[in-house]
């Protein structure tokens, strides 16, 4: 494939599950009371308001990161009412992870397309598990590849962006996670420490030093899940 038909691709797969991330942030604030978002015309499903809003994480980053790695990353935003928040925190939370929500279910769904795909005959295991791009291969040429690719990227970039954002440190969506699991004085900690400046700062370097170590192993052990499902071992 082309590199520029890959970078559409790519580009398509990642402005469709960005937007859906965010406006699932904005429609869960809108349904639990806090209209932030809505005000700022980001309920909505139309990527161009996304995209205005974060042209640096929507645009530059994601065709520098595919120009320099062969992939794409990059990130949006969702406003809301610190006040509300803070006031609902429960609430505050399933609205964070409402974002996460949705790129599982944008790997499930990928996951439902292939195996769809490989009993219709269109689409078949790769050789070997690891490549963004072939998590499942075509069985015959033209359109077919474009379409494995697609599904492809599709599952691996939500699965990206699933792991990525719950990792528990801000500004990421996994500090949501704490409300849940702590109560009482162990929970009030948490906060405290969820909100230190040093670790808001620096929060997403240690992200991407975790993710580091924790993806490569998650990636793999998905992607034989995917296929034991149809008796496929890979070792």
């Known amino acids: 494939m082309e590199p520029l038909q890959l970078c559409i691709i790519w580009y398509i797969v990642f402005v469709f599950s960005v937007v859906l991330h965010e406006a699932a942030h904005a429609f869960a604030g809108y349904w639990?009371?806090?209209?932030?978002a809505m005000h700022h015309g980001l309920t909505t499903l139309n990527p161009v308001p996304h995209i205005q809003r974060s042209p640096i994480g929507m645009v530059i980053v994601p065709l520098l990161s595919f120009v320099s790695g062969g992939w794409m990353i990059g990130w949006a935003s969702t406003p809301y009412d610190?006040?509300?928040a803070q006031a609902h925190p429960k609430q505050a939370a399933l609205k964070t992870l409402a974002g996460p929500a949705v790129n599982l279910t944008l790997m499930l769904i990928a996951g439902v397309l292939i195996h769809i795909g490989i009993s219709a005959g269109i689409f078949q295991a790769p050789e070997r598990l690891g490549d963004f791009i072939t998590v499942v291969e075509a069985s015959g040429d033209g359109s077919l590849k474009g379409l494995?690719?697609?599904?492809?990227?599709?599952?691996?970039?939500?699965?990206v962006l699933l792991i990525f954002n719950l990792i528990p440190v801000p500004p990421l969506d996994g500090t949501a996670i704490g409300e849940f699991v702590f109560k009482g004085e162990m929970l009030y900690k948490y906060r405290q420490l969820m909100s230190h400046p040093s670790l808001r700062i620096f929060g997403i370097f240690?992200?991407?030093?975790v993710m580091s170590k924790i993806y490569p192993p998650i990636h793999i052990?998905?992607?034989?899940?995917?296929?034991?499902?149809?008796?496929i071992h890979y070792y």
């Open 32 to 36: 639990f009371g806090d209209h932030t």
């Open 82 to 84: 610190p006040y509300w």
């Open 148 to 159: 494995a690719v697609l599904v492809s990227i599709l599952f691996t970039l939500n699965l």
């Open 206 to 209: 240690i992200a991407w030093a």
């Open 221 to 231: 052990t998905v992607l034989m899940g995917l296929y034991l499902i149809r008796g």
